[in-house]
């Protein structure tokens, strides 16, 4: 019995031996190839020998075990994965202070018509291009210190963490990022794409979804202070107009306290302006650059937090259409809880002709403690309406304490502008202003507000086919509930402040 035993055990350690390489194989350390972990050493060509090795033995993960690793640029490859275990980092070198630099900005004929950083991929800590099956997942975490903000042709610069391009079947999960430059995750044509469990505390945008389709933004906690947080794009940095389609944010967070204080757990808010951009900003948005458009996209239980609001913008001729937004919770809004805005900035092609935005569903939204001189906009352009809009189940509960001298304002078109809230200044309602709308419903909506204020509820101005249902506002003496302007075919039923309402042409008036 003890011999069976024993050929057995030796039968078994001789298996083990050659079937241990195999393995193992499809796993690549860094450190196998040269990469020190000290984070004084630049270690990207360690890092880069490391993912040559894995696609030239048809992929594989490469292995970050607890180090910190000074890096230049990493060049992906096709089904490869990076993972970083507990205790890695992956640290973007400063060029100014260390020998060798980021990879140049690739040439793009087309960067005319989309921001410098938008325009190209490789002046980046991580990038890829044409590539398919490649993930980046944690628990490690990717800081960027020696990325820059700003866009730049400087030699050497970099200023994205993760630019992807024309790639599909994307995987980024369990990572920590931050403060990661321009852009901390910049996909341009990428499909197929998962981004889960993400934490992102970075100094300006977080996630740039550009012309991508089939997209999953799930679990992620994003802090950006001084720029947007979740953005879906649709630019013509491909040099054709590609719509951003096929896309669900779920189940995450965004907010605008100070920089570092999302991760370290203190969640200041004692910043209350963003110097470069009007106000803190950390919001889930669409635009601004828009050529191709946004069809079929889904945004449900996320909250806001000390920063802007929700904004869906189509200014450069693409379509918005198909969306549906529910389970929303925002406090502290910095500017317009809700925009919506058709525009013709128009930075696209000659031959681009002027988008729509059309079919927009809002549900179960609770915002608190709102902007007192701004309210929500739906706004489009004379000639150019926004088309099927329904907001059900919306609970509003504003700053106010606006004058009565604030119904005077005429609030600015701004057709060829920029599309933000804040350039349309003070605004005479303190519920929502509505312009260049066809088609525009409200179910079971409560707007009120902390201070007294003298202004409507809602004012509409160029609105036709307009049902109010079951909507609570509050008003002071003296000052009306709606206010209209150039407005067809308009109803209203049980709404606690007025009397069951049919007006069928109605060039201005106020009740």
């Known amino acids: 019995m003890f011999g069976n035993r024993f050929s057995q055990t030796i039968i078994f350690f001789i298996i083990i031996t050659i079937l241990s390489p195999r393995l193992f194989a499809s796993r690549y350390n860094v450190k196998d190839f040269g990469a020190i972990g000290d984070g004084k050493t630049i270690d990207s060509p360690a890092i880069n020998k490391a993912i040559d090795a894995a696609s030239e033995a048809g992929g594989g993960t ?48 087309w960067d005319m018509y989309q921001d ?20 980046i997942t944690g628990p490690g975490k990717i800081q960027g210190d020696g990325l820059q903000r700003w866009d730049t042709d400087e030699e050497g610069a970099g200023n994205k963490a993760i630019a992807l391009k024309h790639c599909r079947n994307v995987i980024i999960r369990d990572i920590t990022m931050e403060k990661c430059g321009h852009f901390a995750i910049l996909p341009t044509g990428v499909d197929n794409f998962t981004m889960d469990n993400l934490m992102i505390d970075t100094n300006r945008d977080a996630i740039n979804v550009d012309c991508c389709v089939n997209v999953r ?30 896309v669900m944010i779920a189940n995450c967070q965004v907010s605008g306290y100070d920089l570092h204080s999302l991760l370290d757990g203190t969640f200041k808010k004692t910043q209350s302006e963003a110097p470069d951009h009007g106000g803190v900003t950390g919001r889930i948005k669409f635009g601004t650059e828009s050529n191709g458009g946004f069809k079929n996209i889904t945004i449900t239980n996320c909250t806001f937090d000390h920063c802007r609001g929700l904004a869906l913008e189509t200014v450069d001729g693409g379509i918005l259409e198909d969306v549906t937004i529910s389970n929303i919770t925002m406090r502290d809004i910095t500017n317009s809880p809700i925009f919506l805005r ?14 729509k935005m059309r079919r927009i569903n809002i549900s179960d939204v609770i915002v608190h403690n709102a902007n007192p001189e701004s309210a929500s906009l739906i706004v489009g352009i004379p000639g150019h309406n926004i088309e099927d809009v329904k907001l059900n189940n919306i609970q509003f509960l504003v700053t106010g304490g606006a004058p009565k001298e604030y119904t005077k304002i005429d609030v600015p078109e701004l057709e060829d502008h920029y599309p933000d809230p804040r350039f349309f200044g003070k605004i005479p309602a303190y519920g929502f202003f509505i312009r260049h709308v066809d088609g525009i419903k409200f179910n079971n909506v409560e707007i009120r507000y902390v201070n007294d204020d003298m202004r409507p509820a809602f004012v509409l101005d160029d609105v036709k086919n307009v049902e109010f249902n079951n909507v609570d506002t509050r008003s002071l003496d003296g000052a009306p509930t709606f206010m209209l302007k150039k407005v067809k075919n308009f109803k209203a039923y049980q709404c606690e402040s007025v009397k069951d309402t049919k007006l069928e042409n109605v060039k201005e008036r106020t009740f």
Request: proline residues 4%; glycine residues 10%.
């Open 116 to 135: 410098h950083g938008h325009s190209h991929w490789r002046n980046s800590l991580i990038w890829g291009e044409g590539l398919t099956n490649i993930s």
């Open 217 to 246: 933004i799930s679990n992620c906690l994003i802090n950006t202070p001084n720029d947007d947080a979740i953005v879906l794009k649709s630019s013509y940095a491909l040099g054709y107009a590609r719509a951003t389609e096929n």
């Open 62 to 109: 490469v292995y970050f075990p607890a180090g910190t690793y000074l890096s230049f640029t990493i060049r992906l490859k096709s089904h490869i994965g990076l993972y970083l275990d507990h205790g890695a980092m992956i640290l973007a070198a400063s060029h100014k202070e260390h020998d060798g630099g980021y990879d140049p900005a690739e040439p793009n004929e």
């Open 342 to 355: 058709l525009g013709r900035r128009m930075r696209a092609p000659k031959d681009m002709t002027i988008g």
